[in-house]
């Protein structure tokens, strides 16, 4: 509801409060045919427009019409004392009904600013929650693009290492082939020095085998002989 239907109804109930007091008020010092009708109006107003489905504008400006008119005919009739204390009543209570109106119209403007800012606040954190999200989103796929970089750096270096890795066991195994060979083929220089040594001493040995190999018949009798030594022994 505007707060202009509230202004409205406030004051269509405040113009039926204050006539209605109004006429009791009067109705202490006068007594004629105004008041009744002014009483039989009113209450005839206040029903029609509770069970009435026109605008309250139209029923606001007619009840005004017809008030104003009452009105004036009782303050054409009404002393110039009860003229000023009513007046100043009427006053007091029009101050007091506009007051309460631009109070009410304040409270419900503070309500409407104090609703849209928290619908604004709310707006507001759901703005940030929504940055911090992207944020988030945003920090966790850079996060995984630097990660997959550094991995496949890695794994870079891994395959050049691995290659440089090859590389230098296939020399290292290559060499110790080549030493491998190298020993063998000593050994077996080795062994065929050895082999022509061993022939070489073998037949030097046999050679002087053959140098003092004793040349002799066969004569069992002959260990009963002397040898030349021996009979040298003797002749001496």
Partial sequence: MCTCD???IYLSIYLSIYLSSTIIYLSI?????IIYLSIYLSIYLSIYLSISVLPLSI???IYLSIYLYIWKEILCKMPASQFKSVSK?????YEQMILEIKLQEEKQKKEQQ???LALEKKKQERDINKQKIRDYRNRKITQQQEESEKWLKRLEELHEELAEQAKHDWKRIKYRQEQLQKKVEMQEKLMLEKTEEEAEKEKRLEALREQV???ADWNPARVHYGT???FQ???I
């Fill in 114 to 116: 104090n609703l849209h």
């Fill in 6 to 8: 509230l202004t409205i």
């Fill in 213 to 215: 190999r004793v040349i």
């Fill in 89 to 93: 009543w009427r006053e007091k209570k």
């Fill in 29 to 33: 010092y006068l007594s004629s045919t």
């Fill in 59 to 61: 029923y606001l400006s």
């Fill in 228 to 230: 030349e030594v021996s």
């Fill in 233 to 235: 022994f003797i002749l």
